[in-house]
Nanobody, 114 residues
Framework: QVQLVESGGGLVQAGGSLRLSCAAS??????MGWYRQGPGKQRELVAT???????NYADSVKGRFTISRDNAKNTVYLQMNSLKPEDTAVYYC??????????WGKGTLVTVSS
């Protein structure tokens, strides 16, 4: 059974930094990533990373956010720097198992105050 444990959300002032973590268990995962859903908005991609380390970022976070993963620990990280109020959202971890099924975390709230 796949389980995802997210951590690292919280309240931060604009310009600050936060680091999100998502520890996955129960399978081997190809792609891992983060999505977010802001108030009144649809869920959107933030960043993804393949098992080999190839990354993809939303234009809105390029240069500010860095995604990384530790395959030995089945953990994906999102380092968020220069945070803006518009980054306020619930951030969801997403992983894809080798058999192709996607799994979602419960979400962690990031609030950026101006």
């Amino acid at each position: 059974q796949v389980q995802l444990v997210e951590s690292g959300g919280g309240l931060v002032q604009a310009g600050g930094s936060l680091r999100l973590s998502c520890a996955a268990s129960g399978s081997i995962f190809s792609a891992m990533g983060w999505y977010r859903q802001g108030p009144g908005k649809q869920r959107e991609l933030v960043a993804t990373i393949t098992r080999g380390g190839s990354t993809n970022y939303a234009d809105s976070v390029k240069g500010r956010f860095t995604i990384s993963r530790d395959n030995a620990k089945n953990t994906v990280y999102l380092q968020m720097n220069s945070l803006k109020p518009e980054d306020t959202a619930v951030y969801y971890c997403n992983v894809r198992a080798l058999h192709g099924m996607d799994y979602w975390g419960k979400g962690t709230l990031v609030t950026v105050s101006s």
